[in-house]
């Protein structure tokens, strides 16, 4: 079965505390990965697309990289600003959906 | 940029109502879905469309319909509202099969059913 898990399920970092969130995976041939940011009380806001392990991706602190069974979205030197829950979800070739994971809630204290 | 709206923000609703939301996007996408997202449970399929009149059911369509007469504009009908259809709404979009199968979402609708 198809499968995305996300971990932690909540992350508080003090401003300027680099880490990283998980996104584990179990999908018969991987599409496309893909990481989204949403914040409280709002739709999801894309940020990047993976197709194959070993691609990267940047955008201003954050940077998205693929292994064959996980992606990691590393945030460097967050800003309070960061905070939001983070998405990530996978797409096979076999299935027209995508499979989301829970989200990790990522909370960066000044 | 892909502009995903929808009808309202909060709505709500009395148990057995028919609820209607709406969902318009402005990039001439061919996909459309409709999901809903609860707390601890994530985002879940209801419904999506490929093409105009086209629909095929998510993981959870019970309790719902829904429309697409136009290819820019996907409905989500609540026949009968009952008070665990309470969620927020999310709609989005995508350009197609191949590379381009990024979904772009709206800012969603958050339903009360009293």
């Known amino acids: 079965e198809d499968q995305v898990t996300q971990s932690p399920e909540a992350l508080r970092l003090q401003e300027g505390e680099s880490s990283s969130l998980n996104c584990s995976y179990t999908v018969s041939g991987l599409r496309g990965l893909f990481w989204y940011r949403q914040d409280p009380g709002k739709g999801p806001e894309f940020l990047f697309t993976?197709?194959?392990?070993?691609e990267e991706k940047e955008k201003e602190r954050l940077k998205a990289t693929l292994t064959k069974k996980e992606s990691f979205l590393h945030i460097t030197a967050p800003k309070p600003e960061d905070s939001a829950t983070y998405l990530c979800?996978?797409?096979?070739?076999?299935?027209?959906?995508?499979?989301w994971g829970a989200g990790t809630k990522l909370i960066i204290k000044p | 940029d892909v502009k995903v709206t929808q009808s309202s923000r909060y709505l709500v609703k009395r148990t057995g109502e028919k609820v209607f939301l709406e969902c318009v996007q402005d990039?001439?996408?061919?996909?459309m879905f409709w999901y809903r997202q609860d707390p601890g449970l994530g985002l879940r399929l209801i419904y999506f469309?490929?093409?105009?009149?086209?629909?095929e059911k998510g993981d959870i369509p019970e309790g719902y319909s829904v429309s697409r007469e136009k290819k820019e504009r996907f409905s989500l009908i609540l026949e009968s509202a009952s008070t665990n259809q309470t969620s927020m709404y999310l709609c989005a979009s995508s350009a197609g099969g191949g590379l381009t199968d990024t979904q772009y979402f709206g800012p969603g609708t958050r339903l009360t059913v009293l």
């Open positions: 990039m001439d996408h061919e996909n």
């Open positions: 979800a996978a797409r096979s070739y076999s299935n027209y959906q995508l499979i």
């Open positions: 469309s490929y093409d105009v009149k086209m629909k």
């Open positions: 993976l197709y194959s392990a070993g």
